[in-house]
């Protein structure tokens, strides 16, 4: 009966041994380092978004530059387009008097031309040979000359009143086509200003939309790490989380809407970024959690391209190619979390051997007949998914990537 007590006691004591043992490996600091192989990109939505909002950024960088540019053009032409205006004024006033000038001409040529031609035909008519009317005809022939001479003059007067009423027309031309050339460019100046203002408006909107997706994505990587927590699956270090979340919010506040010249440095101490420690998974190949899919964010290491961020993500993203898919279960195991939260929709956590755990969130539903506590087999169907389905598996404290287990 002593010996019996006895070993009863050893067991006892080796039993607390273990159990002090697992609790340390669970306790390992959970400082995750990047893996060295696997980095990830964003989803492929928030990714298109990151590309517009850089392709608006670059397209307003150059918008500012030609407007700078105009601007220095107009102030230096502003002078010179004054007196062109100025002088065009004037033209048109001297355009207008050479032009009354050129009528009155032409009325008096008219008329010279006229009489110089009723003088010609009465010289022509045959006159009596008599003193009276020779002296007619002298008289005539006379007035005949001087209305020639005036007709001269007059047709040279016409001629260079044409001349200066020509020049007159191709400098203001040139005039006018400086001015509206600047006109022209001011208005060019205005509409870009105007584009340049909606642009920034829908940069601002799409930046905070973006900024929303992002903040969105930690706060579900947040939640899912303090569930995991909770559970005593991971460890997070309190402390670095929130000198982290402060960094984050910094990072946020800080960053400019636009004109900044290259992509934003990375954020190399916090920001949204927790090193993790990842581990090499040595076990058999599974099932995926869904039966067709296409990976919509991968494990590892991304840096947000528009706050310069950096980000470790520690599950895959998997996306159905049909609607309300069945989401499996990928080992034998037990369930030890399914419940609903309010950020990451409902979640499924299952414990297999080894310190394995299986985390499946944003499902649509969870099955009935999953609860906390349940033996299920590999490929029983735990739940449901519409949009897409994280994936996350943790070993001791330690990240695995998810693929890695996957036939």
Partial sequence: ????????????????????????????????????????????KMANTARAILQQKRALQKQEKHLRALQKELSLKELSYKDNTSQLKLMKKSQDALANKQVKIE?????????????????????????????????????????????????EQFVK??????????HSTLLEVAISSIDTKRMKLLKIKEANKKALAKLKKDKMAYKRKVQALLKRQNQLKNTLAKLNI?????????KQERERKDAFAKKKIYLDNNRPKVQ?????????????????KTIAPLDNYT??????????????????NESISLKPKHPNAKVKTV?????????????????????????????????????????????????????????????????????????????
Avoid: C, W
């Avoid at 043992?21 to 192989?37: E, G, V």
């Avoid at 008219?110 to 008599?130: G, M």
């Avoid at 169907?381 to 287990?405: A, C, M, W």
């Fill in 268 to 284: 190399k101490h916090g920001s949204s970024y927790q090193a993790q420690k990842t581990k090499k998974y040595r076990g058999p």
């Fill in 107 to 155: 009325n008096k040529l008219v008329f010279v031309i006229a009489k110089s031609v009723s003088l010609s035909v009465i010289l022509d008519r045959e006159l009596t040979q008599n003193e009276e009317s020779l002296m007619e005809f002298e008289v005539l022939k006379t007035m005949l000359k001087k209305e020639k001479k005036k007709a001269k003059v007059l047709s």
């Fill in 234 to 242: 991971v460890k997070i270090d309190e402390q670095r989380k929130v």
């Fill in 1 to 44: 009966m002593m010996r019996f007590f006895v070993l009863l006691l050893f067991l006892f004591a080796l039993s607390l041994g273990a159990s002090s043992t697992d609790k340390k490996i669970k306790n390992t600091s959970s400082k995750l380092h990047k893996s060295s192989k696997h980095y990830s990109s964003l989803n492929k």
């Fill in 161 to 170: 009143n044409s001349k200066d009423i020509d020049f007159l027309k191709q």
């Fill in 331 to 407: 080992f034998n195991g037990k369930v030890i979390y399914a419940d609903k939260t309010a950020v990451l929709n409902n979640i499924v956590i299952v414990e297999h051997r080894n310190g394995l755990h299986t985390i499946y969130a944003n499902l649509s539903q969870i099955s009935p007949n999953i609860r906390k506590g349940k033996k299920i087999k590999k490929g029983y169907t735990i739940g449901r998914v519409k949009d897409e389905l994280i994936f996350e598996v943790t070993q001791k404290s330690y990240h695995i990537n998810p693929i890695r287990l996957l036939k």
């Fill in 295 to 312: 990976i919509t964010k991968k494990y590892g290491t991304y840096i947000d391209p528009i706050y310069g961020i950096k980000i470790f």
